[in-house]
């Protein structure tokens, strides 16, 4: 640990556990859906927190006809009569692009079975020493660190030299609406850092993601004489088997970073429709699934390589053959993205780490899309660090440690000291 100049230890001591979990509670408490008006709710506390902060704050209604439209959007997977954006910045002596960027995402995926939860999933409860409830490990800790880093230069009575910013975004888990309409409103910055959770790693690299749907044609028939029919279902469970191999073909040679993925690159079926009567034989089954993209690896080389082989798999069927099944593609696109190798902000924020009181943290990648390469296709270097493990996240265990959540904020106040300056 290097020596904490007398700022800095300031700005350490006044990182407030308690107001960051009671924040953290609160975000929670809003059961903010990706497509759902909570969605909305919640950046609106989020703007009213910046505020206090006394923050400048950029609120605005997202234009979800260009989301839409523009060539460079990444999709959406959920219906919105709304989106709200909220940037709050803490001035600095000197104008210009923030030194330091905060991204965190507000929105959160449902909740599937509630019978699953030990308790309803947005009445947020602290058990162990952890946070319990949907969205406090991806990513509502994650925000309330950031939101409290802030808070604990405000309360040293720190000025600041350069800006430093924090971006409340939505959409991220459907596609990266959020982040992809303020990067478009103009906000940028020399760097980012998104709290994610990382399980104490620092993330450099995200892979991909794409969702596909794919359309199986068979021939319909008494199912008491299903030989004279063709099963739409039998037809997928093989195509699902070659799809499977495709997806072990795709893990070789993975980068170092994904040490103890199984699957960097995974491909999955979410969802399969299929049949109209139980006793016809199902002549068209649509299956949709998540496919991911490979670091270096654009999304329009990814869909060629899926779409080959499935058509390679059709042109060897007997019944394929004349009738292939059909890929489309659908919702949100996550491109991959990393961190230029050599990048300062590594070492910065590997250091603001150690400085703070934690222990140094390993190089990862992570396995899923996320918005790193929303600002990385900005020219803006990002990674991750945040609070939580994200193997506990979309589930019904999710939950996330108060002292991380502490600890991510200590590193991120030292690390906007460091980046920004003190005037």
């Known amino acids: 640990m290097a020596d904490l100049t007398p700022t800095e230890a300031a700005v350490l ?13 609160r975000l929670v408490a809003v059961p903010s859906v990706g497509g759902t008006a909570a969605e909305s709710e919640v950046q609106h506390l989020v703007a009213a927190e910046l505020d206090g902060l006394g923050c400048d704050v950029d609120r605005w209604a997202v234009d979800l006809a260009a989301a839409a439209t523009a060539p460079d959007a990444p999709g959406q997977e959920v219906g919105r009569e709304e989106a709200w954006g909220v940037v709050g910045t803490l001035p600095g002596a000197d104008d210009g692009d923030p030194a330091l960027v905060l991204c965190g995402h507000t929105d959160v995926v449902p909740t599937g079975d509630r019978a699953l939860w030990d308790g309803d999933p947005f009445t947020p409860r602290i058990i162990g020493g952890d946070v319990l409830g949907r969205g406090a490990c991806d990513m509502k800790g994650g925000v309330a660190a950031s939101l409290a880093a802030l808070a604990a230069v405000r309360a040293a009575g720190v000025r600041l ?3 430093v910013a924090l971006h409340s975004v939505v959409g991220e888990e459907d596609g990266g609406l959020g982040a992809w309409a303020t990067l478009a409103r103009g906000h940028r910055g020399d760097a980012c850092v998104i709290p994610e959770p990382t399980d104490g790693a620092l993330v450099t690299a995200a892979a991909g993601a794409l969702t596909f749907r794919l359309e199986v044609s068979g021939l319909a028939a008494h199912a008491a004489m299903r030989d004279r029919g063709v099963s739409a279902v039998e037809l997928f ?3 699902h088997a070659d799809l499977r191999a495709f997806e072990a073909d795709r893990q070789r040679d993975a980068d170092p970073r994904f040490a103890g993925e199984r699957y960097p690159y995974g491909l999955s079926i979410g969802t399969v429709r299929a049949g109209d009567w139980a006793s016809t034989v199902p002549d068209r089954l649509v299956a949709e699934g998540r496919y991911g993209v490979r670091l270096g690896e654009s999304p329009a080389a990814a869909r060629a390589a899926f779409e080959a082989r499935v058509a390679a798999f ?3 069927h007997p019944w394929l053959a004349a009738h292939p099944v059909r890929v489309t593609w659908t919702g949100g696109a996550f491109a991959p993205g990393e961190l230029p190798p050599g990048d300062a902000l590594l070492a910065d924020v590997r250091g603001a780490v150690v400085d703070a009181g934690g222990r140094e943290p390993a190089e990862r990648a992570v396995n899923a899309g996320t918005d790193l390469r929303l600002y990385a296709a900005a020219g803006i270097p990002a990674l991750h660090l945040g609070p939580g493990d994200l193997h506990l996240a979309h589930g019904p265990a999710e939950r996330v440690p108060v002292a991380e959540v502490t600890a991510v904020a200590r590193a991120l106040a030292l690390l906007t000291l460091r980046r920004c300056g003190v005037a």
């Open 13 to 25: 001591d006044a990182v407030d556990e308690a107001a960051a979990v009671d924040l953290l509670c």
């Open 161 to 163: 030299r350069r800006p």
């Open 237 to 239: 469970a093989e195509v």
């Open 314 to 316: 059709c042109a060897g």
